[in-house]
């Protein structure tokens, strides 16, 4: 290091030495908790819009509140940015978001992701997400369980593959269910 570092680096620490919190800062602010363990606090999802424009509370309510929750359908805030906050007004609404997706909305791709009381928005991570995928033209003897296993791991990371309990999946195409990164080209 050169003379001048050097003491451009002591000027520092001679600064920095010379800062301390208050009282007021020491003593901070104290959160209470939002009770989200089992049984208390509401089925909730945070979901994300991938469009240019901006989507609506009112539209994710109308359109995918009927799939996830026919009868009694979900609540919507609009937190900015495209994300939302979903809260599932019937049981099993919150599953069927989570497993069932990814899920088109007017065109457009709606991730939803776990509610954690532990994260901030900017931490929610909405570029994996579990994927069905169908592979096509496959000679019958390889629809099986192990055909699927093999070519999901080759995709992502492979979760299941539709098949009989004897390990068969003979159709039209084979159905695999990976979790897919949505910024890789497939």
Not at 130 to 136: A, G, Q, T
Request: charged share 30%.
């Amino acid at each position: 290091m050169e003379l001048r570092e050097v003491r451009e680096e002591e000027d520092l620490d001679v600064k920095l030495s010379c800062l301390h919190l208050s009282e007021a800062e020491k003593r901070g602010v104290k959160g209470t908790w939002l009770n989200l363990e089992e049984g208390g606090g509401k089925a909730q999802v945070v979901g994300k819009l991938f469009a240019e424009k901006p989507g609506r509370a009112e539209g994710i309510i109308q359109t995918l509140g009927k799939i996830w929750c026919p009868i009694k359908g979900i609540n919507c805030k609009e937190l900015g940015n495209n994300l939302f906050l979903i809260t599932f007004l019937q049981p099993g609404g919150k599953r069927r978001a989570l497993e069932e997706g990814p899920w088109d909305f007017g065109g457009d791709l709606f991730l939803v992701r776990e509610f954690e009381r532990n994260s901030s928005l900017e931490d929610l991570d909405f570029y994996i997400t579990p994927c069905w995928v169908r592979v096509m033209k496959l000679p019958i003897g390889l629809m099986n369980k192990a055909t699927g296993v093999a070519i999901g791991e080759n995709l992502g990371t492979f979760l299941e593959v539709d098949a009989e309990e004897d390990e068969l999946a003979i159709g039209h195409f084979l159905r695999v269910k990976i979790l897919l990164d949505i910024r890789k080209p497939l």
